[in-house]
């Protein structure tokens, strides 16, 4: 069975157009998935949805979200809040703005462990220079008693990947956790990604728009089209030969640096067509019953 | 290091401020018409008398000696004798300094208290009817002046309802068994609780007055920045914590979104002072502000050079404790 299960999401804008197409995924404990597309194709949108941080302009219209084999979208706010703060976790894309510039770092992480999961002062403490030791952080006490702005991008992103991994969550979402860094950080941030992900077991939602990426950590993969899943497959068959034709196009849309005379190639305007006029399909299908 | 080299600065910008004040209200009230010394004297009182004590004043002697003679008092502590009371202007001011200062303080945590709750109750219940109504209230109150709020306030509480005195800072027939002008203050220490509510029925509505408008505008950023403050990341992933939306809103948001607020209450702070001279006179409280016109009307010229002095004084030590403050609250001010 599934950790996280999502059946049929839809989501829209207020009174506006469908963001998320009767999305399906699962994810099974332990096990990671990657999210692809591109801009605007709702990849985000899912891990919001999962954790519960969808902007207020924003609604869920239909579908279910099991965490646990529990539909988290019908719980009342208050239970579903603490149940996903007890079983998940965030890395998020931009490590500049996601700490607390007016708080020291040791807090940021332990936190939780204290207010919501009642942990000892001193156990949190403990738990959080074991993870920065973890996540190679030199001289952790030094860190922990830090600002965020005295700290590198790099350090900071380490922070928040050790602070999703303090509680022991069951699952992660990781939003595009590399895309804002450095390229030199970006494969180190990766690699401790993948590794911490597989010492500790959890399940991970890997939110991405680079395949190069997605094969280096991921094992399934779905791949969203203006909020539609259009190819839900491993990881191992859809480098292999991916089913869908925008699936096959952004394959080969990906830039290869062993032969940079190549340049970049687009997705062909015929495939974009194409998938829209699926995606038109479907809207018309739901419109019809 | 950093918190010492502004207090440097700061000692001289501030010295440099005081002595164009001194330059400048010398010479305003002395170019403006009215003779203190015929203020003095009862109606038909002969040239020779005017000349007389205008010799005894100092005042017929030129502007420029005039300027040096005050100076160098004042360089010694000696803001010159009051025309009107005949007793030394600094004694004066000093002894009316404290009820100023405490009314000030007490519209200002006023000020910040109701502020403060219109501002979290708004982002608390933000887009709804709540934070329309909180708004409404908010124009309502930046809409009037303080003074207007006074008459409102005696209205309502000195005549309508009468809970409040309107007039004075304490009743008279009281014992006062004080030592300093703090009486608020000094009430409590000394546990005289039956003083302390006496001195504040005086005091909340003046105080009110002044502490409306301030925390209408106090409110009405506060929520701006906080619901600015809401939607970055960091707000965002401790949501992701398993937070509540009131625990986020004071933990996570408040700080941040509380320092463009705290700079501009710094400014507002000074206004607010500006105000208890009208407020003042309007509750007859014995203040600065209420002396400060009886100088006026009187041309009493050395009680009004040391009282504009001395809000000068305030004013400054204000954008003081502000930016000393700002460093305190903001991390990132600290090594730079």
């Keep these: ?289 | 290091m950093p918190v010492l080299s502004i207090l440097l600065v700061r000692l001289l910008t501030t010295a440099i401020t005081l002595a164009g004040v001194a330059v400048i209200v010398f010479f305003v009230i002395r170019v403006v018409p009215g003779n203190p010394i015929a203020m003095m004297l009862p109606p038909g009182a002969t040239e020779e008398d005017i000349a007389r004590l205008s010799a005894l004043y100092g005042l017929d002697k030129p502007l420029v000696t005039q300027f040096g003679i005050w100076v160098s008092g004042v360089m010694q502590g000696d803001f010159g004798t009051s025309i009107t009371t005949r007793q030394p202007v600094l004694d004066l001011v000093l002894g009316r300094l404290p009820a100023t200062l405490e009314l000030s303080i007490m519209a200002l945590v006023m000020a910040m208290i109701l502020g403060g709750a219109a501002a979290l109750t708004g982002t608390r219940f933000r887009g709804g009817r709540t934070e329309g109504a909180i708004d409404v209230a908010n124009g309502m109150a930046l809409s009037v002046p303080d003074f207007l709020w006074g008459l409102v306030l005696i209205l309502l509480f000195g005549v309508l309802w009468p809970v409040f005195h309107i007039s004075g800072r304490v009743t008279p027939s009281l014992d006062l068994p004080f030592t300093t002008n703090f009486y608020l203050f000094e009430s409590l220490i000394r546990l005289r609780f039956d003083l302390w509510a006496d001195i504040v029925a005086h005091m909340v509505m003046p105080a009110l007055a002044l502490a409306i408008p301030l925390a209408a505008i106090i409110g009405q950023l506060l929520k701006q920045s906080l619901k600015e403050t809401m939607n970055l990341d960091y707000v965002t992933l401790a949501r992701t914590k398993g937070y509540g939306e009131t625990r986020v809103i004071l933990r996570e948001a408040l700080r941040n979104a509380a320092l463009p607020t705290l700079t501009l209450v710094g400014v507002q702070f000074t206004f607010l002072i500006g105000g208890t001279v009208i407020i003042e006179r309007l509750f007859s409280y014995e203040g600065l502000g209420n002396m400060a016109i009886d100088a006026v009307i009187n041309r009493d010229l050395p009680l009004i050079q040391g009282i504009v002095i001395l809000f000068a004084v305030i004013f400054t030590g204000v954008n003081l404790i502000v930016d000393l403050l700002y460093t305190v609250l903001n991390p990132r001010l600290r090594h730079a």
């Excluded at chain 1, 990849?43 to 207020?56: E, F, N, T």
């Excluded at chain 1, 292999?240 to 340049?263: F, I």
């Design chain 1, 1 to 289: 069975m599934s950790f996280l299960s999502i059946r049929n999401l839809s989501v829209r804008l207020k009174k506006g157009p469908p963001l998320l197409r009767r999305v399906s995924l699962d994810v099974a404990a332990g096990e990671v998935r990657g999210l692809v597309g591109e801009s605007g194709a709702g990849k985000s949108m899912i891990g919001k949805a999962v954790l519960g941080i969808l902007p207020p302009s924003i609604e869920v219209t239909g579908g279910e979200i099991l965490l646990d084999g529990v539909d988290l979208l019908r719980l009342p706010p208050a239970l579903r809040r603490r149940r996903i703060g007890a079983l998940c976790a965030l890395i998020p894309q931009d490590p500049l703005t996601a700490l607390n510039p007016s708080h020291r770092i040791g807090p940021q992480i332990t936190d939780r462990l204290v207010d919501i999961l009642g942990w000892t002062r001193a156990d949190a403490d403990r738990r959080a220079r074991e993870l920065l030791a973890e996540v190679q952080i030199p001289d952790p006490e030094r860190v922990l008693r830090s600002y965020p702005h005295e700290l590198s991008g790099g350090m900071r992103q380490r922070i928040l990947i050790a602070s999703a991994f303090a509680a022991e969550p069951k699952l992660i979402v990781a939003d595009e956790p590399t895309t804002a860094l450095d390229v030199t950080v970006q494969k180190q941030i990766l690699k401790l990604i993948a590794g911490m992900q597989a010492r500790h077991g959890t399940a991970l939602l890997f939110v991405t728009h680079d395949l190069g990426v997605v094969s280096k950590v991921c094992q399934h993969l779905s791949v969203l089209y203006a909020g539609m899943v259009v190819e839900d497959t491993s990881v191992a068959d859809f480098f292999a030969a991916p089913r869908h034709a925008y699936s096959a196009a952004l394959l080969a849309a990906t830039p290869k640096y062993t032969d940079p005379s190549a340049g970049l190639i687009p997705v062909p305007e015929a495939v974009i067509a194409a998938v829209q006029a699926e995606v038109a399909a479907f809207d018309r299908s739901l419109a019809d019953g």
